[in-house]
C-alpha cells in the first residue's frame, strides 16, 4: 500500500525502513507537515502517516477523503490534531499507537522534576565556567512531598511508581481511577484537594473539550504558593497566558514544559538563525524557573522503534481488514469532562 508519511525526520526513516522490510509497504518519505497547503503530496496514497504537529482538520481531511486516503496513520499517542468525528464521517479509519513507551514521557517528566529542583542546567554551565559557587542552586528532598498525578493512564501510572519510590505522597485524578495506582498506594482525590495539597504536579491526561486550558488562572490561584508544574501532556491543557501572570507573581515555583500550547510553529525545526515571532513563548523562555524541551517526551530508542513497527503493522492490519481495535481512535476514546472548579471548556 501506498503510505504518504509527512514530517519525516532522518532519525524516522531507518526505524520505517526497518520495519517494512516483510510488508514492503510503498513509503513516500515526506518533510513536510499535512496541512492544507501540503494534502496535494498525498494525492492516490490510500494511507497517510502523520506525526504530532500535522493538521487533519476537517477541511484537510476533505481534500484527503477526496484524493483516495481511507486510513490515517498516526505516528503517536495523543490524537488531539485529528478531526475524529469529520474522519468517521468520511469513513476515514484513524490508527495510533497507543502505547510505544510509557517509561520514555513518564521518565523525561521526572528528569523535568530532578533538574528544575536541583537545577542541573545551571550547575553544568557553571562548573564550566569554574564557578563552583553553590549560591541559588539550593533545592529540597522530594522524598516526603505531596506530588499530584493529573491523569492516571500508562504514562501516569508509571510516574505514580517512580514518585512512590522517591518517598512521595501521591495524590492523583483521573475520572477513571487505575487499581494498579490504588494498589500502590496512590490516594485519588479531587482537583480542587490535588492543588491545595501539591508540592508538585504533573499532568498526564490528554488534550480533549475538558482538559484545555483545564490549568486556568483559577486553577493556579488554588495551588500551593512555589509549586512545581510539570506538562508532559500538551501544551493546551495550560493557560499559558495565566501561567505567565503566574509566575511574574511569583506564586509558582518552577515550570517544566515539554510541549507547548502553540508548538506547531517551533518544534521538531532548527529555528536557531530566526526571529521567533510568538511573543508568549518568547516570554515564557525568559523566567529563570522555567525549563522548556521540545515535545521530546516519547524521544527514546525503544519508543521511536515501537512507534515505527506499531505504525507499519497498523497500515497492513488495515490492508487485510484485521484492524486491531484498540489502535483505533474513536470518539469512544474522547474521555468525559472532568469535575472539578477549574475546569474551562472552550
Ligand atoms: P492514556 O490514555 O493511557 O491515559 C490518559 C489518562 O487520562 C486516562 O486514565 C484518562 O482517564 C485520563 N483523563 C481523561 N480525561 C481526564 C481529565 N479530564 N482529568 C484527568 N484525567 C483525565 O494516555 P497516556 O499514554 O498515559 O498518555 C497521556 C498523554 O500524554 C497523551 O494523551 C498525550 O497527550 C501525552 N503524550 C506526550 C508525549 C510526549 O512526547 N511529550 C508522548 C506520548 C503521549
Known amino acids: 500500500m501506498k503510505i504518504a508519511v509527512y514530517s519525516i525526520k532522518p532519525y524516522e526513516k531507518p526505524l520505517l525502513d526497518a520495519a517494512n522490510v516483510e510488508a514492503k509497504h510503498e513509503l513516500l518519505f515526506l518533510a513536510a507537515q499535512l496541512s492544507a497547503a501540503t494534502v496535494d503530496l498525498a494525492l492516490k496514497c490510500p494511507a ?18 477526496a484524493g483516495g486516503t481511507r486510513l490515517i496513520a498516526l505516528r503517536s499517542a495523543g490524537f488531539n490534531h485529528v478531526d475524529v468525528e469529520e474522519a468517521a464521517r468520511l469513513g476515514i479509519t484513524v490508527l ?15 528528569g523535568l522534576m530532578l533538574t528544575l529542583n536541583r537545577k542541573f542546567h545551571r550547575a553544568f554551565n557553571r562548573v564550566r565556567e569554574q564557578n563552583f559557587a553553590l549560591d541559588g542552586l539550593m ?18 501510572e508509571v510516574v505514580c511508581r517512580i514518585l512512590t519510590g522517591f518517598g512521595c505522597r501521591v495524590l492523583a485524578f483521573d475520572p477513571v481511577q487505575s487499581p494498579e495506582c490504588t494498589a500502590m498506594g496512590v490516594e485519588y482525590v479531587e482537583l480542587a484537594d490535588l492543588y491545595s495539597r501539591s508540592d508538585v504536579i504533573s499532568l498526564h491526561c490528554p488534550l480533549t473539550p475538558a482538559t484545555r486550558h483545564l490549568v486556568s488562572a483559577g486553577a493556579i490561584s488554588a495551588m500551593k504558593p512555589g509549586v512545581m508544574l510539570i506538562n508532559t501532556s500538551r501544551g493546551a491543557v495550560i493557560d499559558t497566558r495565566a501561567l505567565i501572570a503566574a509566575l511574574k507573581k511569583g506564586h509558582i515555583g518552577s515550570v517544566g514544559l515539554d510541549v507547548y500550547e502553540e508548538e506547531g510553529d517551533l518544534f521538531f525545526k532548527d529555528l536557531s538563525a530566526e526571529v521567533i515571532q510568538d511573543d508568549v513563548f518568547a516570554r515564557l523562555m525568559t523566567f529563570p524557573n522555567v525549563l522548556i524541551t521540545a515535545h521530546q517526551g516519547f524521544f527514546t530508542r525503544e519508543a521511536c522503534t515501537a512507534i515505527a513497527t506499531t505504525t507499519i503493522s497498523n497500515a497492513t492490519d488495515f490492508e487485510r481488514g484485521t484492524v486491531n481495535d484498540a ?7 474522547i474521555a468525559p469532562a472532568a469535575a472539578g472548579p477549574s475546569d474551562r471548556a472552550r
Open 48 to 65: 497517510v502517516s502523520i506525526f504530532v504537529g500535522d493538521d487533519a482538520s476537517a477541511p484537510v481531511l476533505r481534500c484527503l477523503h
Open 96 to 110: 495510533r499507537v497507543p502505547a510505544y513507551s510509557p517509561h520514555a514521557v513518564a521518565e523525561h517528566a521526572v
Open 139 to 156: 533545592g529540597f528532598d522530594f522524598n516526603g512531598k505531596a506530588a499530584g498525578v493529573i491523569g492516571t493512564g500508562k504514562i501516569g
Open 327 to 333: 489502535n483505533r481512535v474513536g470518539a469512544r476514546l
